[in-house]
């Protein structure tokens, strides 16, 4: 037989609606601010979306966290002091020390919600996309919101310099 | 290789965007996708294509190493940019792996296969081939084959990457349809090979002064473009894809095979190879009846068939800036009044399947039809 076994979507047609919700996970959007506290956020951006981001962070604390079955494992990933012990359904673990939360909103209108953890030298860092990203650090083990100072910005992203060459022509795939 | 006419089902356009996803089934009020005729090729003929395109690939393979070998005179001959020379050649060096290629070939099932051109930078025509006629054939005659495994061959492919850390960043060009279908689907199969993915339109691609970055700031690590290499390297970013700020799929290496000029060196390197037509980079060189195409061109634009100094078919276009190639002209099939060209798929550079599109004209361009095939 020369024809595919079988042809599964999962993106496109019907299969689309349903996971479009989970896409883009790990990014970071350029909106995005770092709350120590729940509170904090709804100060700034309203209940409805800090209780809604601050239920997806949990989540994703809860099921992804980096866990530890010895101290030192997590603390030579997080750096010393930055574990901490907690009880789960499947015994008691070590986990990096949760300091708030990055959120903000994806540019396809979704929700974006991460927990904040401390890192090696007083770095602030996220989960993202299956890895850890570093986006800021936490001045002399402080922890509210004015000891932390996010990783520099990105100033000056210049946009524009492809996609030229297609306004000339009608078609582009061949 | 028989055309036969067959009945549509009823309910085709519903099913195909509701439950494919296919949005570009029509093209400007035309109708691109026709299942009210489908063809019928036997297994010997399919084996024949197969077989043909698995030699083709090895072969234009064969000639990017040998380009690369040569360096300066044989990319000149190629008309390729001076900037990219050094990156094509380091990303073929390096082994940079490829995803698919289509190869158009001229056939009947009464001679070998003769290879009208290779799109292997930027093919279209993917998602109909791989899942559309599939979809069909399993809805009106499952019992039936179809040489057709694209489907399976692009998911095991995204596996070989080696880019499993990595996000791969899909992107096309804003609002054209065609090819935000075909880069959402090809970002479909990725996901089943369970990578990392986004889209983004590649006039919105972003430069920080070190990386490549998305709407959201994101570094874009992967890129894979559907928007031609001889493009983007002439483009105010392109030095940066150049200089390996991230990894693009295809690879440069395809600028080699992307270009038409590649048909004269594929028969210089080869000539008189069965699935071959004679190709030259001067005029004058073939006799009789010859067909004039444009080093970089697409979808059929600015082809000239001229018969002996007379010019007897034409297409309009803004493509020859750069020269052209003279390849001896071949009758092409005719099946009730259709013209059917068959687009060979190569996924990982390996015979992956067919897609037939038909003109009412021999010159294959962007109004022909899509029509599905089996086998038997």
């Known amino acids: ?174 | 290789m028989q055309r036969l006419s067959v009945t549509p089902r009823a309910d085709w356009r519903a099913h195909v965007e509701g439950d494919l996803g296919f949005a570009f089934h029509t093209i400007d009020g035309a109708l691109y996708w026709d299942e009210t005729a489908c063809y019928r090729l036997t297994a010997a003929e399919v084996d024949e294509i197969e077989d043909a395109t698995q030699e083709l690939e090895q072969m234009a393979l064969g000639l990017v190493d040998r380009v690369v070998d040569t360096g300066e005179q044989a990319f000149e001959r190629l008309r390729i940019p001076r900037v990219a020379w050094e990156a094509i050649a380091a990303s073929w060096h390096s082994k940079e792996r490829n995803l698919y290629g289509r190869m158009d070939l001229a056939y009947r099932g009464d001679g070998p296969p003769k290879l009208l051109e290779y799109n292997a930078d930027t093919p279209t025509a993917l998602f109909e081939a791989a899942v559309v006629q599939w979809d069909w054939l399993q809805a009106t005659s499952p019992e039936r084959d179809q040489f057709n495994s694209i489907h399976e061959r692009l998911i095991e492919a995204w596996t070989k990457f080696g880019i499993r850390a990595k996000r791969v960043h899909f992107a096309a060009v804003r609002d054209h349809a065609e090819d935000n279908g075909t880069i959402e689907y090809l970002r479909d199969t990725a996901t089943q090979a369970r990578l990392e993915t986004a889209r983004i339109a590649i006039e919105d691609i972003g430069w920080d002064g070190q990386t490549f970055r998305d709407l959201d700031n994101l570094t874009i690590d992967v890129l894979f473009k559907l928007y031609p290499w001889e493009w983007l390297v002439r483009e105010e970013f392109g030095q940066h894809l150049l200089s390996g700020a991230a990894q693009v799929i295809e690879p440069a290496w395809k600028m080699v095979l992307s270009n038409k000029a590649a048909l004269a060196l594929l028969w210089e390197m080869a000539p008189d190879h069965p699935n071959l037509l004679p190709a030259f980079l001067e005029p004058g060189r073939v006799g009789g009846k010859v067909v004039r195409k444009p080093i970089y061109s697409r979808e059929g634009a600015n082809i000239q068939v001229v018969d002996t100094g007379r010019v007897v078919a034409e297409t309009d276009g803004g493509y020859g800036a750069e020269g052209f190639v003279y390849q001896a002209h071949v009758e092409m099939p005719a099946f009730d009044g259709n013209y059917p060209v068959i687009g060979s798929w190569v996924i990982a550079s390996q015979a992956a399947g067919i897609g037939i599109r038909e003109d009412t004209t021999p010159i294959t361009r962007d109004t022909s039809r899509f029509v599905p095939h089996f086998f038997e």
Do not use: H
């Open chain 1, 1 to 174: 037989m020369k024809k595919s076994r079988s042809v599964r979507l999962v993106l496109l047609g019907s299969a689309g609606v349903a996971l479009a919700a989970c896409d883009d996970g790990g990014a970071l959007p350029a909106n995005a601010q770092f709350y120590p506290t729940v509170n904090e956020c709804i100060a700034e951006r309203g209940v409805a979306q800090c209780e809604d981001a601050k239920a997806v962070a949990d989540r994703t604390r809860a099921t992804e966290a980096p866990r530890f079955s010895r101290r030192e494992e997590c603390e030579q990933e997080f750096g010393v002091g930055n574990c901490e012990t907690r009880q789960t359904a499947g015994g008691s673990f070590f986990f990096p020390l949760m300091m708030g939360y990055m959120m903000g909103n994806m540019m396809n209108g979704g929700r974006y919600a991460q927990p904040v953890y401390r890192g090696p030298n007083n770095t602030a860092v996220m989960p993202a996309g299956g890895r850890l990203l570093n986006v800021g650090r936490f001045d002399n083990l402080g922890a509210g919101r004015a000891a932390f100072r996010p990783a520099p910005q990105i100033t000056t992203v210049s946009r524009g310099g492809f996609g030229g060459t297609a306004a000339n022509y009608r078609t582009v795939g061949g």
